[in-house]
């Protein structure tokens, strides 16, 4: 499986890469934020938990329960202004909302 978070991760950096325009990109990338999918999705976006988020950010609910693998990513022109997790249980996922100009 890392090696297809790999390849898709390369894909989006270079649609994010040859987009003119402002990115934002976020979903459930089913990795952490110390691994390659994360870095290399980022890129130069700005993460909104780090920005804005506290605590561990835990998105995933299930056998991991401290792991963080849903993401905001949003480009560097957009004003991160807040990151909220919502800690109702709906799927193994919990849900995140990200306030920004």
């Given amino acids: 499986a890392n090696l297809r978070r790999a390849v898709q991760a390369e894909d989006v ?5 040859s987009f003119d325009g402002r990115s934002i990109v976020c979903g459930d990338f089913n990795d952490i934020p ?3 999918t994360y870095h290399h999705t980022k890129g130069n976006l700005q993460d909104a938990f780090v920005l804005c ?11 991991f329960p401290l ?8 480009d560097e022109q957009i004003q991160v202004k ?3 997790r ?3 249980v709906l799927s193994d996922h ?3 909302v990200v306030g920004f100009d």
Wanted: proline share 0%; charged share 10%.
């Fill in 13 to 17: 950096a270079q649609l994010v890469n």
């Fill in 94 to 96: 919990l849900g995140v």
């Fill in 86 to 88: 919502i800690d109702k």
């Fill in 34 to 36: 110390v691994s390659y």
């Fill in 82 to 84: 807040s990151y909220q």
């Fill in 67 to 74: 792991f963080r693998i849903d993401y905001v990513l949003l």
């Fill in 53 to 63: 988020g506290n605590g561990y950010g835990a998105t995933y609910v299930n056998n």
